[in-house]
């Protein structure tokens, strides 16, 4: 009666399977090419297992949480591209809340996740967009982590701030770079190239002193510094 405890699991598989065909026309009959043709076999498995505890302390309402997860998965491209991977994370969640009194509360939040990249970005083969354009995924992607963290102050339930703190590892996303075969062709691809650092605060305001009037006042500022993992990037920040 004091505390809540919960736990649990899940399992996840995932088979998907992609095939890009083109045909060259001779007379009426259509021929496949396979030097322009693809197919993509991804499959994936992951087992997970939380738990989480929650439990009232006068004034505090404390919770905490802890989920495990074990990934593997392989892609196998025609074009002969392969790749293996496996991992095992710990992705921990912390949450903690004080009353002060009736109109003041405060409170802070920790949480971890993961985030996987698309099939479309994992799937290596090349799609042309023009002569000299065309785009690919990238089978040797990885997931990347994010750590965020929240300290917020509310009055009268109307008014709140917010101090926030987020780290983005191995972030993947599109970039066009020079074809090393060719300089005159441009290539779309994917690449875990950017690590990402945000600091912020956001201010809160709800009014509603009239009763068919309801408005919101909200600002938020925030400094942003990506650190770039590929050399033909420049860094930022601001």
Known sequence: KTFAFSFGGKLTFINNHASSDFFNRAAAVY???????????????????????????????????????NSSGSGNSATGQAINYHYLELFPTAFASYSVNDKNNLSFSY??????????????????INKFFYATGNPFL?????????????????????????????GFGRIVV????????????????????TYGVNLY????????????IQLDF????????NSSFAS???
């Open 178 to 197: 020079l074809d090393p075969d060719s300089v005159n062709v441009q290539k779309q691809t994917v690449e875990n190239y950017i690590n990402k650092t």
């Open 205 to 216: 305001q709800y009014y509603s002193k009239i009763k068919w009037l309801q408005t919101v």
């Open 31 to 69: 021929i496949k090419d396979s030097s322009q043709s693809n197919s993509y076999r991804y499959e994936e498995q992951t087992q997970a297992l939380y738990a989480n505890f929650n439990k009232p302390i006068g004034k505090w309402s404390l919770q905490a949480g802890l989920r495990g997860e």
């Open 236 to 238: 930022k920040d601001g």
């Open 111 to 128: 949480g971890k996740r993961v985030n996987r990249p698309s099939f479309e970005y994992l799937d290596p083969f090349k799609w042309y």
């Open 142 to 170: 990885t997931p990347s982590f994010v750590h965020n963290a929240e300290v917020n102050y509310l009055y009268n339930s109307n008014f709140n701030i917010k101090l926030y703190f987020s780290k983005l590892i191995n």
């Open 222 to 229: 925030d400094y942003e510094k990506y650190v770039s993992k």
